[in-house]
């Protein structure tokens, strides 16, 4: 019974995460209409409130097609896996799920995070369409530059906080990794400007340009619930779970995406490298004098 009980309440967090998504897609829209000195989408409804549902409904209800030789197993399993991972990811936060809450949470995060990247890699791969390998490859080769510093940083935040876990009290010296963590959740999540997996030789999509109808929602919904979970992991990490910290980091990321253009993908791994890789050592040195 008890475990039944924990099934429905995942269910029903999911479906929850499930309709933050298609809400915070018209907010992004608004958002970038302001920026741009235009209207949003406004016609669905009152201020069209239900537009991403209708588009939502549009996208399911077109034709999937598979392109030669394409694997349908294959190709439906990887957009299955990638919205399984962006689901486990509300797991290791220490407000939600108090019946899963373990001790080694930010380990777990550094895995998942790694394994997330192969979703994208063989998205590409197996679609059989050059666009999308190169798309893939991008998005492959982007992770090996910002995960080292990633992965360095969560080390860091452990040795600060003396806790393998995200459910740490708040500590004001975690105040210093805020700017860092926005350059490296960009990163992570392919926005602007290291959205190198969309190439602007070709002009398409990347990894995904294959995709429609149901494996496209679930690319979709997995790339934009990793941007809602990343906002919470924000408050969570910085503000001890603040609503306004939330909505406070997503518009900041809008805020970046309609302000900044594409790097020079050189540029990028340069940033990552010689930038980002010196100051995250730096920040790992001071948390391991301070944890002493």
Same mark, same amino acid.
């Given at each position: 019974? %008890?475990?039944?009980?924990?099934?429905?309440?995942?269910?029903?967090?999911?479906?929850?995460?499930?309709? &933050?998504?298609a *809400?915070?897609?018209?907010c992004?829209?608004?958002?970038?209409g302001?920026?741009?000195?235009?209207?949003?989408?406004?016609k669905?409804? /009152?201020? &069209?409130?239900?537009?991403?549902?209708?588009?939502?409904?549009? %996208? +399911?209800?077109?034709e999937?097609l598979?392109?030669?030789k394409?694997?349908?197993?294959?190709?439906?399993?990887?957009?299955?896996?990638?919205? +399984?991972?962006?689901?486990?990811?509300w797991?290791?936060?220490?407000? *939600? /799920?108090?019946?899963?809450?373990?001790?080694?949470?930010?380990?777990?995060?550094?895995?998942?995070?790694?394994?997330?990247?192969?979703?994208?890699?063989? @998205?590409?791969?197996?679609?059989?369409s050059?666009?999308?390998?190169? &798309?893939?490859?991008?998005?492959?080769?982007?992770?090996?530059s /910002?995960?080292?510093?990633?992965?360095?940083?969560?080390?860091?935040? +452990? *040795?600060?906080v #003396?806790?393998?876990?995200?459910?740490?009290a708040?500590n004001?010296?975690?105040?210093?990794f805020?700017?860092? /963590?926005?350059?490296?959740?960009?990163?992570e999540l392919?926005?602007?400007?290291?959205?190198?997996?969309? &190439?602007?030789?070709?002009l398409? @999509?990347?990894?995904?340009?294959?995709?429609?109808s149901?494996?496209?929602?679930?690319?979709?919904? @997995?790339?934009?619930?990793?941007?809602?979970?990343?906002?919470?992991?924000?408050?969570?990490?910085?503000? #001890?779970? #603040?609503?306004?910290?939330?909505?406070?980091?997503?518009?900041?990321?809008?805020?970046?995406?309609?302000s900044?253009?594409?790097?020079?993908?050189?540029?990028? +791994?340069?940033? *990552?490298?010689f930038?980002?890789?010196?100051?995250?050592?730096?920040? %790992?040195?001071?948390?391991?004098?301070?944890?002493?």
């Open positions: 019974m %008890l475990l039944f009980f924990m099934l429905v309440m995942v269910f029903i967090f999911v479906v929850f995460v499930m309709q &933050g998504v *809400f915070i897609t018209l992004e829209r608004h958002c970038l302001g920026s741009q000195c235009r209207i949003g989408p406004n669905v409804s /009152y201020m &069209g409130v239900f537009q991403a549902v209708f588009d939502g409904i549009k %996208l +399911m209800k077109k999937a598979l392109g030669w394409v694997s349908s197993f294959y190709f439906i399993l990887v957009p299955v896996l990638a919205f +399984m991972i962006s689901n486990i990811y797991f290791v936060l220490p407000f *939600f /799920y108090s019946f899963f809450t373990f001790e080694y949470s930010i380990v777990f995060m550094m895995c998942l995070v790694g394994v997330f990247v192969y979703c994208l890699l063989f @998205s590409g791969i197996v679609s059989k050059k666009y999308g390998m190169l &798309g893939g490859l991008r998005s492959s080769s982007q992770s090996v /910002y995960e080292v510093v990633f992965s360095i940083f969560l080390v860091s935040l +452990m *040795f600060e #003396s806790c393998y876990s995200f459910s740490f708040f004001f010296y975690t105040l210093i805020v700017f860092l /963590y926005l350059f490296l959740v960009l990163a392919n926005r602007a400007p290291f959205d190198f997996s969309e &190439g602007e030789s070709e398409v @999509s990347g990894f995904n340009v294959e995709y429609s149901v494996p496209f929602v679930l690319l979709f919904l @997995s790339e934009y619930g990793s941007l809602l979970f990343f906002s919470v992991l924000f408050s969570v990490l910085f503000f #001890s779970f #603040s609503m306004l910290a939330i909505f406070l980091f997503f518009f900041l990321v809008i805020f970046v995406r309609s900044f253009p594409r790097f020079r993908y050189d540029k990028m +791994m340069g940033f *990552f490298w930038c980002l890789m010196p100051l995250v050592l730096f920040f %790992l040195v001071f948390s391991v004098f301070y944890w002493l």
